[in-house]
């Protein structure tokens, strides 16, 4: 299977098992995920405008939306843009694999992707950043958490049914973003270092 045909499966398993993810997912925000929310949203100038990737159920979203920032909400899976746009949400469809629209470019003081980078290959996950890239402001900030570990796997853990995740360490994640024009403003772990916690500010 390519890596093309993983990160297809993946997005399937989404669109066939949506309820059950929103359902198994902790409505909550937990401690240590809000620090690193936190964090992010001090670094963006007040009520600033922050593109999500991958908002799924919007529990990310309705948390900034709620200390005042404008959030345009981003996904693959139609029933999540549904639902986030009865709630009065400006949404997208966008696939991280994709460019960015023209439109978009140079518009964001900062995109978050929470647990949604994880999900490409790193040839994938290089390109993805290159594109979010595109669309933040001349300092703005970027966002993401991805798993630690080693390796990459097809797992049907908590959807009981296929995703696809590569996993990193910090040192990996460090090399990664020495390539860009970015300075990196935290680098984390959470959850007794099951996550990776990143925030940077395009140079």
Not at 75 to 82: M, N
Not at 113 to 119: D, Y
Not at 151 to 167: H, L, Q, S, V
Not at 178 to 196: H, N, Q
Request: hydrophobic share 35%.
């Amino acid at each position: 299977m390519t890596n093309k045909d993983k990160n297809n499966q993946t997005i399937l398993t989404y669109q066939s098992n949506f309820d059950k993810y929103v359902e198994r997912t902790p409505k909550e925000i937990g401690e240590e995920f809000k620090i690193w929310m936190d964090h992010f949203l001090q670094k963006l100038p007040r009520a600033g405008k922050i593109f999500e990737v991958g908002s799924a159920s919007g529990r990310d979203a309705r948390y900034f939306d709620g200390k005042g920032f404008k959030v345009l909400c981003t996904d693959v899976i139609p029933q999540a843009l549904s639902k986030l746009s009865q709630e009065g949400f400006e949404t997208a469809q966008y696939d991280f694999r994709d460019k960015p629209h023209k439109e978009w470019q140079g518009q964001f003081d900062g995109f978050f992707a929470n647990a949604v980078l994880l999900h490409a290959s790193e040839k994938m996950f290089v390109r993805a950043l290159r594109n979010l890239l595109e669309i933040l402001k001349p300092n703005g900030i970027g966002a993401f958490s991805l798993k630690s570990g080693e390796g990459e796997e097809m797992t049907e853990e908590k959807m009981d049914a296929p995703r696809f995740f590569k996993y990193y360490s910090l040192e990996e994640l460090k090399e990664i973003l020495a390539k860009y024009p970015v300075e990196i403003v935290s680098l984390s772990t959470a959850d007794d270092g099951k996550w990776l916690h990143v925030i940077f500010r395009k140079m």
